[in-house]
């Protein structure tokens, strides 16, 4: 078994353009993705232009996002994931860091293990596809019952400070980890450890593992159809196109959409280059 550990934040760009990389090593390898949550912005003040500051906050913050909402459009071209910064104001005076978001993660991981990586995901997309001001508790809530996750629970963990404690605990491992720029992975093998401090791809990974089972691992292909299709949608009810193509090989995202059309009607919709599992 690898083990892939993310140092991340929700609202990063970034990692959301790898999730198309990381459905392909899912579906070629027997791959344990874990996430490590490491606070993107602390403090957004500490980001903002000085000289905007002086004519005052929501003024500064605002230029604060559009700034934003240009670095995540040019992220779009990594890898082609949907970004959507139409309206983008993430942070205000109310609302002036990311960890909240890391927060919640924790308290969701907290809450339920086993649909932790779907609230990632399903916040990621609320952040930058939906262009939603997650770091709100009341959108962070939406994302939770999205989720289907109890949502009692999760704000028992959010509120009395277990989360906080687990969220600590990352952000000490990331910093005794020298990790000081995100995203960045530990891929695990045995008793072998890489730390990828940089952005790679898929064949990157591949030659990292490969080396560090001195050859013994190798990518599989995935076997294929429409049974083993929908148990993915199952683990992934909401995903988009692009990875579906990376994940199964599909030679392009118009024969994922081909395959989809063959597919019981009602099992699943189709919309803006995702799919939702009903």
């Avoid at 001001?133 to 509120?159: A, C, G």
Wanted: with cysteine; hydrophobic share 40%; proline share 5%.
């Amino acid at each position: 078994m690898i083990r892939i550990t993310t140092f991340t934040d929700p609202m990063m760009g970034l990692s959301w353009e790898y999730e198309p990389t990381f459905r392909k090593l899912e579906t070629h390898f027997q791959i344990e993705f874990r996430y490590i949550m490491s606070v993107l912005v602390p403090d957004v003040y500490r980001l903002v232009n000085p000289e905007d500051l002086k004519i005052g906050e929501e003024f500064a913050l605002k230029r604060y996002n559009e700034h934003l909402a240009k670095i995540y459009e040019s992220e779009e071209a990594i890898s082609g994931m949907p970004i959507n910064m139409a309206g983008f104001h993430l942070f205000s005076p109310e609302h002036t860091s990311s960890r909240p978001l890391n927060l919640a993660y924790k308290a969701a991981q907290l809450t339920d293990k086993s649909k932790a990586a779907l609230f990632l995901y399903n916040l990621r997309y609320a952040t930058v596809v939906e262009c939603r001001q997650t770091t709100k508790r009341d959108e962070i809530l939406d994302v939770v019952r999205k989720s289907k996750i109890d949502t009692e629970k999760f704000l028992e963990h959010y509120n009395d400070g277990s989360a906080e404690n687990a969220l600590n605990h990352d952000l000490i491992l990331t910093k005794e980890l020298g990790i000081y720029t995100l995203p960045a992975y530990l891929v695990q093998c045995d008793d072998k450890n890489a730390l990828i401090r940089i952005l790679i791809g898929y064949e990157d990974f591949v030659s990292i593992i490969q080396e560090m089972s001195n050859g013994q691992i190798l990518p599989q292909p995935p076997k294929f159809c429409a049974e083993v299709f929908m148990e993915f949608l199952d683990k992934h009810p909401l995903i988009s196109l692009l990875e579906l193509q990376e994940a199964f090989d599909f030679e392009n995202v118009d024969a994922v959409r081909n395959f989809i059309n063959t597919l019981p009607k009602g099992c699943c919709t189709l919309k803006n280059d995702f799919v939702f599992q009903k």
